[in-house]
């Protein structure tokens, strides 16, 4: 299981200097991701992907459910008041949950791809204001490892806590 760090910083090259020390402590580049005010050069840091930045992941999990229920329940009603008196089986009901939770999932990506993720908007302030805040997905056995080679090496970052889970992408 992997914890996801918060971790603002005041500028640039502090991130840039803790991304090195950080791949010196043996955490790979690919799970730290950076956030910063818009316009801001990251250089070689990897830059959060606009699944880190929008709700497009949580948006398509709702839609997935909520698309795959009303789909269920369609389908249901096809079955019992079949159209043109017709009748269907049951695998229409199927079909339908499956069709919708197609449609759910896409629709409510596309609106989510335009929604700020909900996550990190405790964060908003601190980037507005030019501080980069780094997403750092570690083991769970490393947390306190981690934690102790960020605090000794570089007093300036500021831990803003973790969340138990890390979603299984992006």
Do not use: C
């Not at 299981?1 to 950080?22: E, F, G, H, K, Q």
């Not at 991701?33 to 840091?45: H, I, M, N, Q, S």
């Not at 609106?111 to 507005?128: E, M």
């Not at 102790?148 to 138990?164: C, L, Q, S, T, Y």
Request: proline share 6%; net charge neutral; no cysteine.
């Amino acid at each position: 299981m992997r914890l996801r760090m918060y971790v603002t910083l005041p500028d640039v090259p502090s991130a840039r200097s803790l991304a090195n020390d950080l791949l010196l402590a043996r955490i790979e580049d690919r799970h730290m991701r950076f956030l910063a005010r818009r316009g801001t050069d990251l250089g070689e840091l990897n830059e959060a992907s606009y699944f880190h930045k929008t709700d497009a992941i949580h948006g398509g999990f709702v839609g997935l459910v909520i698309g795959g229920v009303l789909g269920a329940l369609v389908g249901a009603i096809l079955v019992n008041y079949p159209p043109w008196g017709r009748s269907l089986e049951m695998v229409a009901v199927l079909i339908a949950a499956l069709v919708g939770a197609f449609l759910g999932v896409w629709v409510a990506t596309m609106v989510g791809l335009q929604v700020p993720n909900s996550r990190l908007s405790g964060f908003q302030k601190d980037i507005a204001e030019g501080k980069v805040l780094l997403m750092l997905d570690v083991p769970a056995r490393r947390y306190e490892e981690v934690r102790d080679v960020i605090a000794r090496k570089h007093p300036e970052a500021i831990d803003r806590g973790n969340e138990p889970t890390v979603p299984a992408f992006p």
